[in-house]
């Protein structure tokens, strides 16, 4: 009678059964890798291959994995100096692994080694001593720039991507470039300069950034190499580097083990593989989060604590937007933004980038037609209240003018209004100024400062000359009893209408007598409007006449063109 004993997984027999013999399985295998890859050479790569994929077929994939990647990472790390075309031999090796036995493989190797690297690279520039005992100083760090080696030329035989070289060179500059970092770019360079620039330019600019933006910190004790360095980068960068400078004295060994590579399909049975798009911060965290880049073997990590941290990030940045929205609507009602609509408006104006982007997200309002007047305002109120004049204003509305004739009308009325405000209570009509008590559209302005009445007035001056508006909303205006202050702001509107014809900017407005320019067919475009109606064309000239009589330069020679406009179109309305 057979007894059933207590059931062992198959992944924790082999130590019952014995470690000795397993342990003694492994040292013969390793041993016998080793004899293969000491032997081996371009001549005999093809029969190593054949060898080593008998024994992949005899023992456990993870043991010959490993086994090779240790005896390869050993072979090179552990000899003070070598010959490229050595550690090229053994990067068409991996290659060649690569495709025969499939992504594992090289992705086992490649981690292993950037590992490898890491590691001496911080020994190195810490100050701990070498593992094999190297006792001579220009020894010291060659195991760092043999594994830089290989990784280039695994880089050129496409067992990696650019992605990771890139991610290499970024963390040799991320910090102060020693002597020693500046020879591991150089063998970067030497290896692979043309294949970066060519599988991804952009990156290599940001590169060439990054490298000048480190050593402006250290520009005074700059040494030869780091400058041969930072020089070779450049030319890179712009294509202007002959091929064999970039080339190492491995390169004739290279382009026969490409061949050889490429001559592999036609004899085996090869896997078509890509490159390993992995990155520096892939391979750092394959513990903790996977390898993503093998089948079955990709763990995101705990995704409630990403989800966590995502939202945590979210909920800050939507704390800090509503912080500055918070802080702009205050400061919308201390200017007067009694409704809903006018914060809103208020808040996009003052958050936008610029003129462009201001009227893109006042599209996104979606306000009714109604609701567009308080557009108009809440700019008018803004730009007078505002220390100096402010053109983005201006560009703001004569943007939004081209999209609706509802904002010319609106725009009327404003200036009605603040002509009213000025004491020209007679402006608007009698059946306007009956409906005032009624009207609660209107911001409250107690007293209005010459600066609100200059920066309006440039504001008007813009619209007008630029057609976003005409004369013809001045029409009920009486020229002839103008009150003090309604008189200095006409005058200081056709001032700013004179300079606004002649520039191309509302920047350019500042200097009303230094305009060098003279158009008179711009000044002569906006004044024949005006003689469409007969009583604002005669008032024209009649405050034209008077305010300007004492004028020089621009002044004078615009207010004379505009005068001789008037008439000219007054002689021709009896006739009509």
Not at 180 to 208: T, Y
Not at 333 to 358: E, K, W
Not at 388 to 412: D, E, G, R
Request: aromatic share 6%; charged share 25%; hydrophobic share 40%.
């Amino acid at each position: 009678m057979l007894c059933a004993g207590r059931y062992i997984p198959p992944g924790l027999r082999r130590p019952t059964e014995g470690a000795d013999g397993t342990q003694e399985d492994v040292v013969k295998l390793t041993r016998q890798l080793k004899g293969l890859i000491n032997r081996m050479s371009e001549q005999n790569m093809s029969t190593v291959l054949d060898s080593i994929e008998e024994i992949y077929r005899k023992h456990r994939r993870h043991d010959v994995t490993s086994s090779l990647t240790t005896l390869i990472i050993d072979g090179i790390s552990s000899h003070a100096m070598l010959l490229d075309s050595f550690v090229v031999l053994h990067a068409a090796f991996v290659s060649s692994m690569h495709k025969l036995i499939g992504v594992e493989f090289a992705a086992f190797v490649v981690q292993n080694t950037v590992s490898s690297y890491e590691l001496h690279l911080q020994n190195y520039e810490s100050g701990v001593p070498s593992p094999h005992g190297s006792e001579k100083s220009e020894d010291l760090g060659k195991e760092c720039s043999n594994l830089i080696v290989l990784l280039s030329e695994l880089y050129n035989f496409q067992v990696i991507s650019c992605i990771l070289l890139y991610d290499i060179i970024r963390h040799l500059l991320s910090k102060e470039l020693s002597e020693f970092r500046v020879e591991l770019l150089l063998k970067i360079l030497r290896n692979s300069g043309q294949q970066l620039r060519q599988d991804d330019p952009s990156a290599l600019k940001d590169i060439v950034a990054l490298a000048q933006s480190s050593i402006a910190k250290q520009a005074d004790d700059l040494s030869s190499r780091t400058k041969f360095m930072i020089e070779t980068l450049t030319n890179l960068k712009n294509n202007k580097i002959k091929k064999n400078a970039t080339q190492h004295q491995g390169g004739d060994a290279v382009e026969r083990m490409k061949k050889f590579l490429s001559g592999l399909s036609k004899k085996r049975h090869v896997q078509a593989h890509e490159p390993l798009r992995v990155s520096l911060d892939d391979l750092r965290s394959a513990e903790t989060k996977g390898k993503w880049w093998l089948v079955g073997a990709a763990w995101g990590g705990d995704p409630l604590v990403d989800q966590q941290h995502d939202a945590s990030t979210k909920r800050t940045e939507a704390a800090v937007e509503d912080t500055s929205k918070t802080t702009l609507v205050k400061l919308a009602r201390q200017q007067g933004m009694n409704t809903d609509i006018r914060r809103s408006i208020f808040v996009v104006l003052m958050s936008s980038d610029d003129y462009l982007d201001a009227c893109e997200r006042l599209a996104q309002l979606n306000l009714s037609e109604v609701q567009q007047r308080e557009i108009v305002r809440v700019i008018l109120h803004c730009c007078g209240n505002e220390k100096s004049y402010n053109p983005y204003y201006s560009l703001v509305y004569q943007q939004l003018c081209q999209t609706a004739h509802s904002y010319k009308i609106t725009l009327q009325f404003c200036l009605w209004d603040f002509l009213r405000d000025l004491g020209e209570t007679n402006v608007g009509g009698a059946e306007v100024i009956k409906n005032l008590k009624d009207e609660d559209g209107r911001f409250e302005v107690k007293n209005i400062s010459s600066s609100r009445m200059k920066n309006v007035a440039k504001a008007y001056g813009w619209w007008i000359s630029k057609d976003c508006s005409s004369l013809t909303i001045l029409k009920p205006v009486d020229f002839t009893l103008l009150k003090p202050q309604p008189r200095k702001f006409l005058k200081e509107l056709f001032v700013q209408i004179f300079v606004a014809s002649q520039a191309s900017s509302p920047m350019l407005t500042n200097n009303s007598n230094e305009q060098s320019s003279r158009n008179r067919g711009a000044v002569e475009e906006i004044f024949m409007k005006a003689t469409k109606i007969e009583n604002l064309g005669l008032g024209l000239i009649f405050f034209l006449s008077h305010a300007f009589k004492e004028e020089e330069g621009l002044m004078k020679w615009a207010s004379t063109v505009a005068r001789e406009t008037l008439q000219t179109g007054m002689d021709a309305i009896p006739s009509l």
